[in-house]
């Protein structure tokens, strides 16, 4: 059974700082690996998509990387600012499921 | 907006009762995803559903609980008699298509249904 994995659970930093964020799950054959955006008491927003064959994908100050090979994909986040404060969940896509980490609680300091 | 909408966004029920989320997915999508979120937990598949067809209901609980997704209407979420342990946030996912040729198409949530047994 797949099992998805996410540290640190809880992260703070000062605004501006680059940091890093990871992902590892157990089983690689996966179809995708999907990062999200949760803020409190909202749904998931999509971040970025990761398809199997792909190593990494960007959006503006995100850069998210896969290997699959190793099951660890990371949500790289450039120049933090206070509205990035929220909790960050990856997603694998394996057969009809999605399996979910438990996240990392994002905090940026003015 | 023609996101996914969910609804009541909020739910209170006494033990017992039935509990009814109701999930209307994107525009143009045909493929829902239920999902629970315990407090402090990440979110546990429960359904996956095409219209008039449940595909995966490995993660639904095997009493009391039930989905469908009607050719016309929201997919809707069923707890009967419900029990403390119901109370989580409810998400519903969507994407237009599902499976290793569309491992392309992200999923989109709603705003959830927070659920809440007294």
């Known amino acids: 059974k797949q099992e998805v994995t996410q540290i640190p659970a809880a992260l703070s930093v000062p605004e501006g700082e680059n940091l890093v964020l990871n992902c590892s799950f157990t089983d690689s054959a996966i179809y995708n690996l999907q990062w999200f955006r949760q803020d409190p008491g909202k749904g998931l927003t999509s971040l970025l998509l990761?398809?199997?064959?792909?190593r990494e994908q960007t959006s503006g100050r995100l850069n998210a990387s896969l290997d699959k090979s190793s099951g660890r994909s990371t949500l790289y986040i450039a120049a933090s600012q206070p509205g990035d404060s929220a909790t960050y969940l990856c997603a694998v896509h394996t057969g009809n499921q999605f399996y979910f980490g438990t996240g990392t609680s994002l905090t940026v300091i003015p | 907006n023609a996101g996914v909408m969910q609804n009541p966004r909020h739910l209170v029920r006494r033990r017992g009762q039935e509990a009814r989320l109701r999930c209307s997915p994107m525009k143009g999508h045909s493929h829902v995803y239920w999902y629970r979120q315990l407090p402090e937990e990440g979110l546990k598949f429960m359904v996956y559903?095409?219209?008039?067809?449940?595909?995966?209901e490995s993660g639904m609980p095997k009493e009391r609980f039930s989905a469908e997704f009607p050719k016309e209407g929201p997919s809707i979420l069923r707890i009967q008699q419900v029990v403390r342990g119901d109370s989580a946030a409810y998400f519903c996912a969507s994407s237009p298509r599902a499976g290793t040729l569309y491992s392309n198409q992200p999923q989109h949530f709603g705003d959830g249904t927070r659920l809440s047994i007294l």
């Open positions: 990761i398809q199997s064959s792909q």
């Open positions: 559903l095409q219209k008039e067809n449940i595909i995966d």
